[in-house]
């Protein structure tokens, strides 16, 4: 099956600077990679998603790679804000006709230094 | 967007009851619904997959007697704790997979069980 690895677990930067978290997957077939965002206490929300004939997608101050010969992929977030914090989860899906396992990531503690 | 509402987020009961916990897409219509759950600081841990009208698929460890999952509508699955103890403890959360998207689940916000 998929393994999905993910790191930094924790991750401090200061208001203003960028912040890159990175995973790996080891299933070729996975060609979707979404990012969820989970607050303290709630439900992981998507934040940005890429597909695997896209190299990167950008969504604000929101960015993703993605490095299919490698098998890795990246959350990129510039200008980061104090409402950033939040552990941010990766995920890896194969393709299919119909519903495959989505395979998450440990999650990245992500503190921003107001 | 995609709206799936969780009921209760939070829940106290007393060992040996049954808690029941509903997820709901708000706004789309979900074949397929999840239930996770999440241990601090950790990962999400699918439990089982529920396919609307069919009986629940369940990850491997997961004690399908225990966990009892019904998908009844294309909008409700509910998950019930039978005889909740202890170690039953948790933060369960539900996602909901939109039938008019690829494999992009949509998460309710989580029920936090505290059993007695």
């Known amino acids: 099956g998929e393994n999905v690895e993910q790191h930094p677990s924790t991750l401090s930067v200061q208001e203003g600077d960028s912040a890159v978290i990175k995973c790996t997957y080891s299933?070729?077939?996975?060609?979707?990679f979404p990012w969820y965002k989970q607050e303290l206490g709630k439900g992981p929300q998507l934040i940005i998603d890429i597909r695997s004939n896209v190299g990167e997608k950008k969504d604000q101050r929101i960015a993703v790679t993605l490095n299919k010969t490698a098998k890795h992929f990246s959350l990129h977030i510039t200008e980061t804000q104090p409402e950033d914090s939040a552990v941010y989860f990766c995920?890896?899906?194969?393709?299919?006709?119909?519903?495959?396992?989505?395979?998450f990531g440990i999650g990245t503690k992500l503190q921003v230094i107001p | 967007g995609a709206v799936v509402s969780q009921h209760p987020s939070w829940v106290i009961c007393k060992s040996g009851t049954s808690v029941k916990i509903e997820c709901r897409s708000l706004?789309?219509?979900?074949?397929?619904m999840f239930w996770y759950r999440q241990f601090p600081k950790q990962s999400l841990m699918l439990m089982a997959t529920?396919?609307?009208?069919?009986?629940?698929?369940?990850e491997q460890g997961v004690e399908k007697d225990k966990f009892l999952i019904n998908h009844a509508s294309l909008t409700l699955s509910t998950l019930t704790v039978t005889s909740a103890h202890p170690e039953d403890s948790s933060f369960y959360i539900c996602?909901?997979?939109?039938?008019?998207?690829?494999?992009?689940?949509?998460f309710g916000a989580g029920t936090r069980l505290s059993v007695l």
């Open positions: 995920a890896a899906s194969p393709n299919s006709g119909g519903y495959q396992k989505v395979t």
């Open positions: 529920s396919n609307e009208g069919s009986k629940a698929t369940y």
């Open positions: 996602s909901a997979r939109d039938r008019g998207t690829w494999n992009i689940q949509y």
């Open positions: 706004d789309f219509q979900a074949t397929t």
């Open positions: 299933d070729s077939a996975s060609n979707y």
